[in-house]
């Protein structure tokens, strides 16, 4: 049964008002051949007694395991104070506003998320927000190309995450632009700066310089950004926002400091959910603002001096430039990213800086008791953030099917997207882990084993 | 504000001044700035562009609206107005007289087929509802 708020007499008297003699006539040009009818396949409507046991049921098959997978998304502890204050009704009912300066409070809290987001990553300018991670990526990618006005070739190492480097070619590939893959080196496990080296004086828009990499691994960031730059292309940032706290800001890579920062904003206050809501950044410096996609916040003053919040240089946005739009993003993840406005608030400097250095920790005494175990073995010589590869003696899938049926989430199987690497998989320990955690991991380890 | 009669203009709005050098100034009419409102940005082709008569190679961007400006004649991007960059503002302030860039013209008999300033002017009441 739908939820419509409005009685039959209510109905009855709109359709008096509009001389429609039933709702269904409203619908009367639609050629009788085009409507669905009744939809057989879509079961009766449960009242919410029902539908509460119903979701009790299959909560119950929820096996929650003891998790050691990253790969894009990380489990980290979130204040209780972040989604008490950010499950509010006036922040959690809240939409995207068009009606921008009516909505302050939303604005003022945008603003002060752009502010701190820019902030960390060491950049001028911030927008409200993208849809992920990825798709942040695309956009990056799409507006180094419009800045760059000449090259529509991005070189895109193998290093960034296969899921990331799928979506930005779903986006990009409509717009004639080329994506051109950099192989990494199998010893250190980051970018192959001699096939990079081979692009030199090529035409070329943007490089993306992923910090962490996919496999954890820290890149060489000033080496990139300065190669880069001395070919007249754009250096796009895509880095781990909690990262920031203990490594060199994108801003700040190189003399010249890195164009455009992405990344996915989800390890600041975002619970994992199976996959999502997470929200996406982007922040620039001042010269590319006007190729930023996205809602942007701007801070001003009234006719009477007073301070107020505003929606920003939106002759980009499509409600204006139509089909000459920067893109046509005309929304932002509100609720996530007031979270992580909250969550970076609470944490402070300090506090992002503990929980990434204790990730880090953890995944250091992690790896080597994981690599005590007969036939395991660290990959890749680089320094890490929270992440490492390891290789197994066995199949990776069967490995990690073993340790899921003894409650422990062992890692992402790389083997299926980079199969040069064998019986490989990505573990991650964040600070929510403790050494028992870590020693169960191991003895699930050895078992599957 | 009456249109210039020693300019020549554009159905979308542009006036053209030849200049003595050859080269031809392009801005936009009172017409235009009146209709965009306080301008905040200006974005010019680069010195050195080719363009066809026609061609989109420029934006005015005011507070409510971001509008194209079209080369008059087919040329090549001389010079632009860089004091545009800082004081966008000019536009509103003295619309013929803040340039935003020059061409050098294929044809220098191209801009006698632009409107005068009676023709542009018929051509503004026309559209005006």
């Excluded at chain 1, 409070?105 to 603003?111: A, E, F, P, R, S």
Aim: aromatic share 6%; proline share 5%; net charge negative.
């Amino acid at each position: 049964m739908p939820f419509i708020p409005h009685t039959e007499p209510d109905i009855a008297a709109m359709l008096a008002s509009i001389g429609a003699p039933n709702i269904d006539a409203l619908f009367d040009e639609i050629p009788a051949a085009l409507r669905s009818g009744k939809l057989t396949q879509v079961p009766e409507g449960m009242n919410e007694m029902q539908v509460s046991r119903l979701m009790h049921e299959r909560a119950a098959l929820d096996t929650p395991l003891l998790n050691f997978t990253g790969a894009g998304a990380y489990e980290h502890h979130i204040p209780a104070a972040v989604w008490e204050i950010a499950t509010r009704g006036e922040f959690y009912t809240a939409y995207t506003p068009y009606q921008a300066e009516a909505s302050q409070g939303t604005l003022q809290v945008l603003y002060e998320y752009q502010t701190m987001i820019a902030s960390l990553t060491g950049m001028d300018a911030s927008n409200a927000s993208l849809y992920d991670g990825a798709s942040a990526l695309a956009e990056a990618i799409l507006m180094a190309v419009r800045a760059h006005k000449s090259s529509r070739r991005v070189l895109l190492p193998a290093t960034v995450s296969p899921l990331y480097r799928s979506v930005a070619q779903s986006i990009v590939k409509l717009q004639n632009i080329e994506l051109v893959e950099i192989p990494f080196d199998a010893a250190t496990g980051t970018t192959d700066l001699r096939a990079l080296e081979q692009h030199a004086g090529s035409d070329i828009a943007a490089l993306v310089i992923p910090q962490p990499n996919f496999f954890g691994a820290l890149e060489d960031v000033d080496a990139l950004t300065a190669w880069a730059h001395a070919q007249n292309a754009l250096a796009i940032a895509l880095v781990n926002p909690l990262s920031l706290a203990l490594l060199k800001a994108p801003g700040n890579w190189s003399d010249t400091g890195a164009d455009i920062a992405v990344g996915d904003g989800q390890p600041l206050g975002s619970p994992l959910s199976s996959g999502g809501p997470y929200f996406g950044f982007m922040c620039c410096k001042q010269a590319l603002v006007r190729q930023m996609p996205g809602r942007i916040i701007g801070r001003t003053v009234d006719l009477d001096g007073k301070r107020g919040f505003t929606l920003t240089l939106q002759a980009r946005e499509q409600h204006i430039r139509r089909a000459k739009a920067t893109s046509n993003i005309c929304s932002n993840q509100g609720l996530m990213v007031t979270a992580a406005a909250i969550h970076m608030a609470l944490l402070g400097v300090d506090g992002l800086r503990r929980a990434a250095a204790a990730s880090h920790a953890n995944t250091q005494a992690l790896t080597v008791q994981a690599s005590g175990v007969h036939g395991v073995r660290r990959l890749f010589s680089a320094p890490h953030f929270h992440e490492v590869v390891l290789h197994l003696p066995k199949s990776s899938a069967a490995v990690l099917a073993s340790m899921a049926e003894q409650g422990v989430a062992g890692g992402f199987d790389l083997q299926p997207h980079y199969p040069q690497l064998g019986n490989a998989i990505l573990v991650c320990a964040t600070e929510t882990k403790t050494n028992e955690d870590l020693q169960r991991y191991v003895a699930a380890l050895r078992h599957a084993l | 504000m009456t249109n210039p009669s020693n300019l020549k203009y554009t159905a979308s709005h542009e006036w053209v001044k030849t200049e003595a050098d050859g080269t031809i100034s392009i801005g936009i009419t009172q017409h235009a700035q009146e209709l965009l409102g306080d301008m905040v940005f200006v974005e010019n082709p680069a010195v050195g562009r080719k363009l066809k008569t026609g061609e989109e190679c420029a934006v005015v961007e005011s507070v409510k609206a971001a509008a194209d400006v079209y080369a008059p004649v087919a040329g090549v991007v001389a010079a632009v107005n860089s004091d545009l960059d800082s004081a966008p503002e000019k536009i509103n302030a003295d619309p013929y007289g803040a340039w935003m860039f020059k061409l050098k013209p294929d044809n220098a008999a191209d801009v006698n087929g632009l409107m005068d300033a009676t023709a542009y002017q018929k051509h503004v009441d026309s559209e005006a509802h």
